[in-house]
Structure formats: structure tokens, C-alpha cells
């Protein structure tokens, strides 16, 4: 084996040959000739890539290591640590993508001598993109004197073990594009270490991008003062500068590279920096169009001791408790007249007694425009329904309004193609980013032109029809200035009607008797007793080599339909979710997602539970969502209600699950079905659907029932019904 080569864990195996960790342990007790371990502990192995790639190819379980897979065991397993290896990897594919005769020069010599020559490269490229490693300003007034740009230039000795890694990333950009291929990377590191992160999901961030490129004045700079990875700044569709800072060293670096390799953004200046940002301000002059913001929630240690008498707390010192009023002013510091920020707060921060006096200051001089509440589950932490706040800085040129938008998307309309019930376990993945961010647009868009666009300063402006039943509502600020200082949406909105009326509950009722009469017809016979039959079985794995049936894996791809997600497997509703936006770059194919087909049968992977759905003429099409996995059966040999049904049996269920320390997991390969002939399975097949149809209007049943009941003590609390 070669020195420092690359290696993988049980679970990497698992992942290059598309199989469970049960299936790797398997081979290691089977198989005298499995490779042996080469490092790790004795709980957590690790195995050298060539001899697990070797032995996968020689048993005839794997024809080629795709590409990508080899590209991120190659990173995960390097000697410096994955953070390290993709800040180079990231630097390189800017290269690849910027100077491509360069790097094939480049290329075409020695690891060792590649390492020396692609370090001069990458310090003129660095040097160019990012500007010099220590620089005196940052380019428009405000800078720092001794600044460091957030990427530094790789030294020879730190490049050397990482050549093979970037020669191998260079293919996978050759096939993909520079920036998916370090998207594609980055994204695996974020999931394999979700907790050392708190992430902006993909809709978050264009809702907030968006708020910001409204109107007459659309944000050209931008500031993010807690990047994170970037997600923000990415969002944006039309900027001429991006600035950030991060206190994470190596966030900043990823950032820096990720935006570099945006081709949105690949004209822009693009300043990056290190640091805490309350303490050491990287941009201290800097005055931008925008800023956006995921600031960390809840922290006591930011400063408060040290910044007591610090110039930007223009509307009141923050106490140790409220750091989120203090993200809201250093905000506010760096904008120009006129300007946008865009941050998102936890809700206790629109009503905590410690902050009323910094509340009412921004009420009272115009600088919070708006306090939207979003769903739970629209970031972390996904258990509350976290709130934005729209400020705009106070000028001699800006309308100053004695008004303030609220928005309550919190409870988000179900889709309209929904006619099953809803699982009780809802989440972020059946979030409708597009009827949430519909909604808070439609409410902000006319407010901010109102205001842009309206009289002379002291005239009313018009808000008619800008109020919306349990939505939205344009809040006079004198109403909002009392002991409390409470910006809580749902305080201030009016309800809607309840349950849409009477005349709604009525309709509700009588679909609930045509339910409960089609429950009863459905109603599944006795069924005969025999003693328990003795098939000859085979396992899902066995029918997939011989043909029968096909796996597909969701989660991956990008598009404008719907995604079938876990959620809606569980509760057999229509797909709820939605696929990223096809990316504007051209700097490759995106992935293609795999869409769902009639028959396909269709089984989550996680939570243990014994459901699987066969797919209809109304879902078809639909992407396939992640912790999903898709069995496609060949009709001339299996029927899918014949294999969906032998795929809930509970035993069968338990003997192909594993269990991890918080989850269960399903191999679907390991599940089992008897070996009947069509006609036998089609006749097993129509009783699973008729129990299918039965168990879809239990669900029915279960949903308007709770909608009839809670209507009906809505109607008679808010009058619109009276007793009889």
C-alpha cells in the first residue's frame, strides 16, 4: 500500500458500494481475504481506499468507484483533516475554473514539483481574487489596517499530500463544473458533521435575499456580518460586492472560495474576513446597501463588558441577555441611508421585558419596518417559529413612517392537492417555501413601494387593502408603544374567520358523513383462519440482481417540481416539498433528480416504521425526497401492491433493520417476499389495495374530524356560531 494513502470507514465502504453498514460487517466475517484494518480504533476501523476498491471490483460488487465518491474518500481521509483538504481543494477548482491553461501546465509535472509551482499559482490567483494577504483598507473605505484575507495561500509542504486530491477534483470538475464539484464536496462535509454547524436552509435564504432586492433601490453591496457558510450572499441574484466575516477561521475560508466560485457573483469584489465581528469589526467604515444576517442566538459572552460605551448602540445599550439587539444595531451601523438589512431572530427577542426600551427607540425613529414570523421548522432551531426583522436606516433622504409591518406565515396553508391527512410529525422538509415566501412578499412588496413611492413626509400613506386576516396588518407604531413593546405578529394580527364559517363547517360535516359512510363500506372482511404458510423467499437485493425490480436513492437533484417527501410517505399525502432552483451557473449539468413513476414502490429509510407507497397517476412525476428510497418493480414479473404489502409486514420490517444510537434504519435489501407466481401475487395484491384505500379513509376521517371539531369551538368562542 502506498504511503499516506487515502482511507475510508466501514460506513465510506458502505457508501461506495450503495449498500448498509450491516452489509460491509457481513463481508468482514465472511470473507478471509476483506482487507484488513490499517487505522482507526477497534470499535471504528478505517481500510486503506486502494485495497477496498481492489476487492469491491474483484468480488464483483462494485465495476468502478464513481468518481465523486472517490473524490470525497480522498478528502475525508487526508492526513490534514477534510476542513483543510477543501480549502485547497476549493482553491484549486478557482484555478481550474479561471487560468485552465495554467493548471494543465501545472499538471503535467511531478507531485512534488506540482506542489511548488501551484503555490506561486495560487498566491497570484488568491492574490488577485481576494487581494494581498495583509492589506492596509479593504478596498472601500472600510478596512482595517492589518487585515487578513480570509484565505491564505497553501504552502508547498501543505499542498504536497493534498495533490492527489486535486488532481482527482479537477476530473470531477472537468465532468461536472468547478463550483458543483466543490458544492458537491462542501455539501458532504456539512452533512457528515451537522452538529459543528447551525445552517440557513436554501428557502430561508432567498426569502431574506429577496426582501432585500425589492423595490426601486435594489441591494448592489452587501454585507453579512455571521456568514456561516455563505448561504446568504449566494442567495443574491445581482451583486456588485459582498463582504463577510465569521469567527470560524475556517467557515470564513469556505465561504470565501464558495462565493469566488459562484459564477452570479464571479465579477464581484468578494471580501472575506476572520474575526468576531462584535468585538473586531473587520469593516468598521463600511457602509453597504444591504445587510443580511443569521446571527447566533441566545449568546451571554458577546461582549458586553468590553463594548459598553461602543458607538453603534445608537438605540440603547443591549443587556447581557439580548446579543440578538446588539447583531440589530451593528446592522444598522453599516448601512447607508436608505439601506436594508435583513436578520433573522429568535421570537423571545420581539418580546423580552430586558429589550423594550431598544424596541421602542427603533419603533419611534422608523429603523424596524417589519417583524415577520415564519413557520417552525424554517431553521434551526426547527422546533420554534423563528421571526425576520426588516430594518431600514434612518436618513435626511428616507420617509420616515410611523407604521410597522407584521406577517404571520406561521402556520402555513396545507397544499391545495392534499386530500389525505397530514402527518402529526410535521418538519422542515414539508415547508412550502413558495407560499411562505408568497406570502411575505405580497404583504412587504406594497408596503416598502408605499413608503419609496409615497406623498409629501407628513402626509398618510395609503394602506388600503394591505391588511389581511390572520396574515398580515400595517400596525399604527403609537399602538405598538406600551409597558411591553411586544412586535409578537400573532398579537396583533385579527384572526380569521374560524374554520372559514359556518358555511365551511357545514361543508366539512357533510364530507365527514360521506367519509365515515365510504369507512364502513370499506371495512375489511374476516379473513380466513389457516396456520402461517411455509413460501420459499428471496430478499428485495436478489430480485434487484436478477432484474426483477430496480433501487433508485431520492435527495438529490434540482428543478421547479414537487418533491415526494418522507412526510408525505408516512401520511399519503400529495408531494409537498420542492427542489432547489436549477443553478445559473454554467459551469456544468446539475444533477438530475430521479422522478417517481406509477407502480413504483416508494419506502422510508429511517424511523423503522412499516409503511411503503405505490405510486399514482397523481403523483407521478414527483421528485423522490431524501431518506427515501424507490423500488421499481418489472410488471411482467412482480405486482407493486403484491410487493408493497409484503413490505410492511412488521417482522419483516424488524429482521432488515439496524439501529444507530438516535435512529432506526431499513436496508431495503434485506427485505423479504415469498416466491409466487404473478396471478398468486395479483390476488394477494388486490386485497393490500383495498386495506391501502381502507387506511387512507381512516386518515380522512381522523383529519376533518379534528378540523369539524376545532372549527366548531372556534365559531362558538369568536360568535361566528351560536348554539342550538
Not at 86 to 115: F, K, N, Q, Y
Not at 263 to 279: K, M, N, Q, W, Y
Request: one cysteine or more; proline letters at 9%; hydrophobic letters at 40%.
Amino acid at each position: 500500500m502506498p504511503e499516506n494513502s487515502t482511507e475510508v470507514t466501514a460506513a465510506g465502504i458502505a457508501r461506495l458500494a450503495g449498500v448498509g453498514r450491516a452489509a460491509v460487517s457481513n463481508w468482514r466475517r465472511r470473507h478471509a481475504d476483506f482487507p484488513k484494518p490499517v487505522g482507526g480504533t477497534e470499535t471504528s476501523p478505517s481500510f486503506a481506499l486502494p485495497e477496498v476498491e481492489q476487492w469491491l471490483r474483484d468480488q464483483g460488487k462494485l465495476a468502478e468507484v464513481p468518481l465523486r465518491e472517490r473524490v470525497w474518500q480522498q478528502l475525508a481521509g487526508h492526513p490534514a483533516g477534510a476542513v483543510p483538504a477543501l480549502v485547497h481543494t476549493g482553491c484549486a477548482l478557482l484555478l481550474v475554473r479561471d487560468r485552465p491553461t495554467a493548471w494543465l501546465e501545472i499538471t503535467a509535472v511531478s507531485d512534488g514539483r506540482m506542489a511548488t509551482v501551484l503555490h506561486l499559482a495560487l498566491n497570484d490567483l488568491l492574490t488577485a481574487r481576494f487581494g494581498p494577504a495583509t492589506e492596509a483598507g479593504d478596498g472601500s473605505g472600510g478596512g482595517t489596517s492589518g487585515c487578513v484575507r480570509a484565505v491564505h495561500t497553501p504552502t508547498a509542504d501543505e499542498l504536497l499530500p493534498s495533490v492527489p486530491l486535486l488532481r482527482a477534483a479537477a476530473e470531477l470538475a472537468a465532468e461536472t463544473g468547478a463550483r458543483q464539484a466543490f458544492e458537491f464536496l462542501l455539501g458532504r462535509q456539512l452533512d457528515a458533521n451537522p452538529r459543528q454547524f447551525t445552517l440557513t436552509p436554501p428557502g430561508l435564504a432567498e426569502l431574506m435575499a429577496a426582501l432585500v432586492e425589492t423595490g426601486s433601490r435594489p441591494a448592489r453591496t452587501v454585507l453579512d456580518p455571521a456568514t456561516g457558510t455563505g448561504a446568504l450572499l449566494r442567495a443574491l441574484s445581482r451583486p456588485t460586492a459582498l463582504y463577510a466575516q465569521d469567527a470560524d477561521p475556517d467557515l470564513a475560508a469556505l465561504t470565501a472560495l464558495r462565493l469566488a466560485l459562484n459564477s452570479a457573483v464571479e465579477s464581484c469584489t468578494v471580501a472575506v474576513r476572520a474575526g468576531d465581528t462584535l468585538r473586531a469589526d473587520a469593516f468598521p467604515q463600511l457602509a453597504v446597501d444591504a445587510v443580511l444576517c443569521h446571527p447566533p442566538f441566545n449568546e451571554r459572552n458577546w461582549g458586553h463588558d468590553e463594548l459598553a460605551y461602543d458607538p453603534r448602540w445608537e438605540y440603547g445599550f443591549p443587556a447581557r441577555t439580548e446579543s440578538e439587539l446588539a447583531w440589530v444595531q451593528h446592522a444598522l451601523a453599516h448601512l447607508r441611508e436608505g439601506g436594508t438589512a435583513v436578520l433573522l431572530m429568535p421570537p423571545a427577542a420581539a418580546s423580552r421585558r430586558s429589550g423594550r426600551r431598544i424596541r421602542a427607540d427603533l419603533l419611534r425613529r422608523g429603523a424596524l419596518r417589519a417583524v415577520v414570523a415564519l413557520p417552525a421548522g424554517a431553521a434551526p432551531p426547527y422546533g420554534i417559529p423563528l421571526h425576520l426583522w426588516v430594518l431600514r436606516k434612518p436618513g435626511a433622504g428616507v420617509r420616515p413612517s410611523p407604521e410597522l409591518l407584521l406577517v404571520d406565515t406561521a402556520e402555513p396553508a396545507e397544499p391545495a392537492t392534499a386530500t389525505t391527512a397530514t402527518p402529526a410529525s410535521g418538519g422542515r422538509d414539508r415547508l412550502d417555501w413558495q407560499a411562505v415566501r408568497s406570502a411575505v412578499l405580497d404583504a412587504w412588496e406594497p408596503f416598502d413601494r408605499a413608503e419609496r413611492t409615497g406623498p409629501e413626509p407628513d402626509a398618510p400613506l395609503d394602506r388600503t387593502g394591505q391588511d389581511r386576516p390572520g396574515v398580515s396588518r400595517v400596525v399604527p407604531v403609537i399602538e405598538l408603544l406600551d409597558d411591553d413593546v411586544d412586535l409578537a405578529p400573532a398579537r396583533h394580527l385579527p384572526p380569521p374567520t374560524a374554520g372559514g364559517g359556518p358555511a365551511e363547517l357545514t361543508r366539512v360535516r357533510d364530507r365527514l358523513t360521506e367519509t365515515l359512510r365510504l369507512t364502513a363500506t370499506l371495512t375489511p372482511p374476516l379473513a380466513d383462519l389457516s396456520d402461517p404458510a411455509h413460501w420459499p423467499l428471496t430478499t428485495v437485493g436478489e430480485l434487484a440482481r436478477a432484474g426483477a425490480l430496480q433501487l433508485r436513492t431520492g435527495g438529490s437533484g434540482t428543478g421547479p417540481g414537487p418533491v415526494l417527501t418522507e412526510y408525505d410517505v408516512l401520511g399519503s399525502t400529495a408531494p409537498s416539498g420542492t427542489l432547489p432552483a436549477t443553478p445559473a451557473s454554467t459551469d456544468g449539468p446539475p444533477e438530475e433528480p430521479v422522478l417517481v413513476e406509477p407502480g413504483d414502490v416508494v419506502v422510508p429509510v429511517l424511523g423503522g416504521g412499516t409503511v411503503a407507497r405505490v405510486i399514482d397517476e397523481a403523483t407521478a412525476g414527483a421528485a423522490l425526497g431524501r431518506n427515501l428510497q424507490l423500488l421499481r418493480p418489472d410488471p411482467a414479473a412482480l405486482d407493486p401492491w403484491f410487493l408493497a404489502g409484503f413490505l410492511r409486514g412488521t417482522a419483516n420490517n424488524r429482521q432488515a433493520s439496524s439501529y444507530a444510537s438516535t435512529a432506526t434504519r431499513l436496508d431495503a435489501r434485506r427485505l423479504q417476499l415469498p416466491r409466487l407466481p404473478l396471478a398468486e401475487q395479483q390476488r394477494y395484491g388486490a386485497q393490500f389495495r383495498a386495506l391501502a384505500a381502507f387506511e387512507d379513509a381512516l386518515r380522512l376521517t381522523g383529519r376533518l374530524g379534528g378540523q369539524l371539531v376545532q372549527g366548531m369551538y372556534d365559531g362558538l368562542t369568536d360568535g361566528t356560531v351560536t348554539p342550538k
